[in-house]
């Protein structure tokens, strides 16, 4: 029977139901434990919270199981040497859809006139029709390309981009740097569903930022560290950027002293846009499971060398 390490205590209280159940529907018999001698484990369940960080002494561990989407705690590890697989769970891409369509639609609609609206002002200015409202997903994996559908689905003008060259039906694909600026030229909203790694970090730049049309928004759910706070914050006062909603910061919890707080032209969200969601996160753990112990390929296994 393998033996399953839980190496997430914090979050135990949460799985300590929904993986033992996700394990039994798998038909995956393990004993599913929160302490082990290193060389027994043979799956670890990992977040990046866990105390463990050196993955030397387990030494027959078949993979590290990621109860998180993004990685960049873990994947430059030297220690870890075994396959590393991210979470990739529908719940958790269906969350992110709701939150990228909802704070899409609230800028497009321009809501904040009508639902602040203290000096009770008649102003009957009519938003314009998605189509006519270009915008433009940073990333097209997992989650980016799902936001991008949803959007293109309400006739948002979508453009995508990635790393490697992508063909989707209903968007405009571009890739690498050449891309990026096409991309980002011109569009009114900008989402960013980037992994954290060394060619992403500070993708969203005074040069880049100064690209999407004037007064676009930001929409940043990725990662804190795609975007120079800096940078945004003086396109933000310029004016080139109309407003920037935030879901993901270089610090989390976002310091109460961070301008992001008190800037009028900031929303912040404390990094709720996708929460991984016990019931179905066990199921894509316990699924991983049961394919290595039938000599399946593991699903969603990270790309070292990429970083994500
Ligand atoms: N706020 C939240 O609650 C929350 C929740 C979950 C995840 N996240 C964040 O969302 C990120 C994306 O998740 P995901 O599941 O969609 O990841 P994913 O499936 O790995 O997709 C990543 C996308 O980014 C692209 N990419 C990576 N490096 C690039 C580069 N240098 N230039 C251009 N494109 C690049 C990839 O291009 P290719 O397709 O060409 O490889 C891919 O399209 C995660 O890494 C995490 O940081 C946030």
């Not at 994947?75 to 939150?99: F, I, K």
């Amino acid at each position: 029977m393998p033996v399953v390490l839980f190496a997430a205590p914090s979050l135990w209280d949460e799985y300590k139901d929904a993986l033992p159940r996700a394990l039994t529907e798998a038909g995956v018999a393990a004993d599913l434990v929160l302490e082990a001698a290193p060389e027994t484990v043979d799956y670890i369940v990992y977040a990046p919270s866990a105390p463990l960080q050196d993955f030397t002494p387990f030494t027959r561990a078949k993979a590290v199981l990621s109860l998180w989407a993004g990685v960049e705690r873990i994947v430059g590890n030297a220690s870890l040497t075994q396959p590393l697989c991210r979470m990739v769970d529908p719940a958790l891409t269906e969350g992110m859809v709701e939150w990228v369509v909802g704070h899409t639609l609230r800028h497009h609609l321009g809501m904040d006139a009508h639902i602040l609206n203290p000096d009770r002002r008649w102003v009957p200015v009519c938003p314009p029709l998605a189509r006519d409202r270009p915008v433009t997903v940073l990333g097209l994996g997992e989650l980016g390309r799902a936001c991008a559908l949803a959007l293109a689905a309400l006739n948002f003008p979508v453009t995508g981009w990635s790393r490697a060259p992508k063909s989707v039906a209903g968007l405009r694909c571009l890739s690498g740097s050449d891309g990026l600026h096409q991309a980002l030229h011109g569009a009114q909203i900008v989402v960013t569903l980037l992994p954290r790694t060394p060619q992403t970090e500070n993708l969203l730049n005074a040069a880049t930022l100064a690209l999407p049309a004037r007064g676009a928004v930001i929409l940043n759910p990725g990662r804190g560290a795609l975007i120079d706070d800096a940078a945004l914050l003086a396109a933000l006062d310029s004016g080139q950027i109309g407003h920037a909603t935030l879901d993901v910061f270089r610090t989390e919890p976002l310091p109460q002293d961070h301008p992001f707080w008190s800037h009028p032209q900031v929303t912040v969200t404390p990094h709720i846009a996708a929460d991984t969601r016990p019931d179905s996160a066990a199921r894509v753990i316990a699924q991983n499971i049961r394919r290595a112990e039938a000599g399946q390929p593991l699903l969603h296994l990270v790309d070292r060398r990429l970083g994500y």
